[in-house]
């Protein structure tokens, strides 16, 4: 029952979080949108931060004897994942269409108008199938449980590009760090995919993760935005829920 708690935790941190950035963006920005000093910054950065070491502390006192994908998150159907596939697949219909009405921003390197979109769009279209295979019965593909995780990637580079002249940084550094910590939680859940599965390393960006992107869900972003951080979310709270309960005491031998 203990190990069922990590999941809770995750998302009541990242709950407040969201509360405390809503509070943020309304109270320490001034009217020509620069950040000024305020309780609510300190706040969500203790947040985080407390967080984080929360997190890596839990994950130090639990261990796993497994590392495959079947041992972890088992071969049944999951339907809990199906939901999380159709917010890739909305996400990816929104991003293509504000992608289409939104004017490109300016690049030294002026292709990557051209080639983010459909690389991201793709990404985001072949995430959602993946994830909706990894919610059937059967074996899974290593491909299917690392495609979230390139998408991820492709996503950091959108956030990077399309704030690329943007000089506050506090108007889009959670989002930021929630694109960073997906794609470090999807890296190691997949490596159970290979047999080389990292339990605490797993669990713990997992939970960062999950607090980050509702965090971040609270930004004035696109939709597409908030549906991709809203599927991290529906994705990865069952996957870490899984791997925690299949995971014992640090202390208690294999």
């Known amino acids: 029952m203990r190990n069922y708690l990590y999941p809770c935790l995750g998302l009541l941190l990242g709950g407040a979080g969201c509360a405390l950035r809503r509070w943020q963006l309304t109270t320490c920005f001034d009217e020509n949108g620069l950040p000024v000093d305020g309780t609510a910054t300190t706040l969500l950065i203790a947040l985080a931060v407390a967080a984080a070491v929360c997190f890596l502390l839990l994950a130090q006192t639990r261990r796993t004897a497994v590392r495959d994908w079947a041992s972890v998150f088992g071969l049944g159907p999951r ?11 909305a996400a990816g219909a929104a991003y293509l269409l504000w992608a289409r009405q939104t004017e490109p921003a300016s690049s030294v390197f002026q292709a990557i108008n051209v080639v ?13 199938v993946s994830v909706c295979l990894l919610a059937r019965r059967g074996t899974v593909e290593p491909l299917a449980a690392m495609a979230p995780g390139f998408c991820s990637c492709f996503w950091l580079i959108e956030i990077y590009h399309t704030n690329a002249n943007n000089p506050v940084v506090q108007v889009f ?7 960073v910590a997906s794609v470090a939680a999807w890296y190691y859940l997949a490596g159970f995919s290979l047999g080389i599965g990292k339990g605490r390393t797993a669990l713990f960006w997992s939970l ?10 609270a ?30 005491p640090a202390g208690r031998k294999p």
């Open 116 to 128: 983010l979109p459909v690389v991201l769009g793709a990404a985001l279209f072949l995430s959602g």
């Open 79 to 89: 339907p809990e994942l199906l939901f999380g596939g159709a917010l890739y697949l």
């Open 173 to 179: 550094v959670w989002q930021l760090l929630a694109a």
């Open 208 to 217: 960062t993760a999950v607090t980050l992107c509702l965090t971040a869900l």
């Open 219 to 248: 930004d004035d972003s696109a939709l597409f935005t908030r549906l991709l951080l809203l599927a991290q979310v529906v994705c990865l709270t069952p996957q870490l829920t899984r791997l925690a309960v299949g995971m014992e």
